[in-house]
């Protein structure tokens, strides 16, 4: 398949090719996938919201002023696909106004993904409730501060911090488990 630039992508887009159309979907498709797998629940959530994400994408390629990469425009649309999913979801993120009790621990938290594989990780995040992964996401991955997190999902900055850390604690517990079966099975 023939790769076009990102201005030929644009203004082949524009004029109606398909060809262009389907040069972009192939040129951005699976970096765009493996960032919604993060938000999904599974393959089959982040292949819808992979869909709705290039609908968008083709809807609103006018709207690409060549400001920047137009993969990270067209990573901006990802994510706030992946967001309207999450949002129709019911109780996405439950609002905790206190966070006070949470707060001394996260200033000395080891960065617990770091040792991992990608794909190990990302099975660990799709096991996380909607709203923990988001936070985590935004967060962690991301580097979205907690004010930015509860500005993009309405939320409040406690709720944010909150999410978080409970996004950390249940993946702790997954890796605990996992450690302690990985360990068991190798002796």
């Given at each position: 398949?023939?790769?076009?630039?990102?201005?030929?992508?644009?203004?082949?887009?524009?004029?109606?090719?398909?060809?262009?159309?389907?040069?972009?979907?192939?040129?951005?498709?699976?970096?765009?996938?493996?960032?919604?797998?993060?938000?999904?629940?599974?393959?089959?959530?982040?292949?819808?919201?992979?869909?709705?994400?290039?609908?968008r994408v083709f809807r609103d390629m006018a709207q690409f002023r060549?400001?920047?990469?137009?993969?990270?425009?067209?990573?901006?649309?990802?994510?706030?696909?992946?967001?309207?999913?999450?949002?129709?979801?019911?109780?996405?993120?439950?609002?905790?106004?206190?966070?006070?009790?949470?707060?001394?621990?996260?200033?000395?938290?080891?960065?617990?993904?770091?040792?991992?594989?990608?794909?190990t990780l990302m099975s660990y995040l799709q096991k996380l409730p909607p709203g923990y992964r988001t936070v985590f996401n935004f967060y962690a991955i991301e580097g979205f501060s907690h004010e930015e997190i509860a500005e993009q999902l309405g939320i409040s900055i406690g709720t944010s911090k909150s999410q978080l850390y409970k996004a950390r604690e249940f993946l702790k517990k997954i890796l605990d488990k996992s450690f302690k079966i990985n360990y068991t099975t190798h002796d």
């Open positions: 398949m023939h790769q076009f630039s990102d201005q030929e992508l644009v203004s082949g887009i524009l004029n109606g090719s398909s060809a262009h159309q389907s040069a972009l979907y192939h040129q951005y498709s699976v970096p765009m996938f493996r960032i919604l797998l993060r938000y999904a629940k599974d393959r089959a959530e982040a292949e819808d919201m992979l869909q709705d994400g290039f609908v060549g400001e920047g990469a137009l993969g990270g425009w067209i990573r901006r649309i990802m994510v706030n696909t992946a967001l309207s999913h999450l949002r129709k979801q019911r109780d996405f993120v439950k609002d905790v106004p206190d966070f006070n009790v949470f707060e001394s621990k996260f200033h000395t938290e080891e960065d617990f993904a770091s040792n991992l594989d990608a794909e």
